[in-house]
Nanobody
Framework: QVQLVESGGGLVQPGGSLPLSCAAS????????LCWSRQSPGKQRELVVT???????TYAYSVQGRFAIYRDNAKKTVYLQMNSLEPEDTAVYYC???????????????WGQGTQVTVSS
């Protein structure tokens, strides 16, 4: 099976920075599309940023210029560097991976358990 484990959430003041990471483990042949999404109380889950296997990125307008996504294929890890954080960025952040499984090269979709990010003074 495949597991995605996020880490790095916490409390940060407005204007601060916070790095998140998401490590994939299990029977993985390769990782294709990787994403970060977030969900605030009472709101629908919002796609924050995606990165393809070739490194092409797409950011939500609300985070453009403030957030940056990176991937390390050797470590099977995706990172989200969040800068100039605003109270509106408060949410549970989830990572998503499109995984090609080592067994049979079947593709599957996996989500992490989420990590809380709170931006408050």
């Amino acid at each position: 099976q495949v597991q995605l484990v996020e880490s790095g959430g916490g409390l940060v003041q407005p204007g601060g920075s916070l790095p998140l990471s998401c490590a994939a483990s299990g029977s993985i042949f390769s990782l294709n599309l990787l994403c970060w999404s977030r969900q605030s109380p009472g709101k629908q889950r919002e796609l924050v940023v995606t990165i393809t296997s070739r490194g092409q990125t797409t950011y939500a307008y609300s985070v453009q210029g403030r957030f940056a996504i990176y991937r390390d294929n050797a470590k099977k890890t995706v990172y989200l560097q969040m800068n100039s954080l605003e109270p509106e960025d408060t949410a549970v952040y989830y990572c998503y991976a499109e995984v090609v499984l080592a067994t049979g090269l079947v593709q599957g979709d996996y989500w992490g358990q989420g990590t809380q990010v709170t931006v408050s003074s």
